[in-house]
């Protein structure tokens, strides 16, 4: 599970205000969704790509255990108001089935563990969301093969789950306002492994941008599978 933290969900929201992350990966995703349709956004940390989605289709219901999050996000609700935005911390595992048209999992969990609930839950589809590529996966994700684009399309392709893929590429980078929160940020991120912070700044530290000493640019690749539920084979491997 990622770690969020006051300064974790700090930068997080600086970066969503000067990159268009979350647009790029919505413009992605709306194709598959359509004005009137409900959604289950499984894990959806701070929720700015729900943010993003709202306005075109019927409801979304963010779902996440981490208070801090929720709490910021329904700060971001209200300060939008969006009103067909509900954020819980429900357990999702035991709502009905077909309780919503589709699920949506960005960066949560692995396919192995959640797909079946997933597909119990949405009526239409799921739509789940890995990375390809980023410079900033804390170390929990080290090793983690399920949890990335490549494990979740073997399992796909493992259990002959029929599914479509899109990949894009987006800039996430970091604002950054000091060299000791840069060093704070390569931590918290393990970017540079056990190797010396201040070794990765100087080689990818960037000046000044949008208005802040420091900036470290993070190209980040995601894919988006899109897993049709009236083609879900029942037996897996059959």
């Known amino acids: 599970m990622f770690k969020w933290t006051d300064e974790s969900i700090k930068w997080w929201q600086r970066a969503k205000e000067y990159t268009n992350h979350y647009k790029d990966m919505a413009q992605i995703i709306l194709p598959y969704l359509e004005k009137n349709e409900s959604v289950y956004d499984i894990g959806c940390g701070l929720g ?5 989605l709202a ?3 019927g409801q979304v219901r963010c779902f996440d255990i981490d208070t ?15 009103s067909n935005l509900s954020v819980t911390n429900e357990n999702w595992l035991q709502f009905p089935d077909q309780s919503c048209d589709t699920v949506l999992a960005c960066s949560f969990g692995s396919l192995s563990e959640y797909l079946d609930d997933f597909l119990r839950l949405a ?3 799921v739509l789940v969301l890995k990375r390809n590529r980023s410079k900033f ?7 983690q093969h399920l949890h990335s684009a490549a494990g979740s399309e073997a399992y796909l392709k493992e259990n002959r789950i029929p599914y479509e893929k899109i990949s894009v590429f987006s800039d996430f980078g970091q604002p950054l306002e000091s060299w000791e929160e840069a060093e704070k940020f390569v931590r918290f991120h393990r970017i540079n492994g056990d190797e010396p912070a201040e070794k990765y700044l100087e080689q990818h530290l960037e000046p000044g941008k949008y208005g ?4 470290l640019s993070n190209r980040k690749e995601m894919s988006l599978f899109v ?6 084979t029942d037996e897996k491997g059959k």
Request: proline share 5%.
């Open 48 to 52: 700015y790509i729900d943010f993003e």
């Open 55 to 57: 306005p075109h289709i």
């Open 68 to 82: 801090k999050v929720l709490s910021a996000l329904k700060k971001e609700a209200t300060s939008q108001k969006v």
């Open 123 to 125: 009526r239409k589809q």
């Open 137 to 143: 996966a804390q170390k929990y994700y080290e090793g």
């Open 212 to 215: 802040y000493s420091y900036y």
């Open 227 to 232: 897993i049709p539920k009236e083609n879900r």
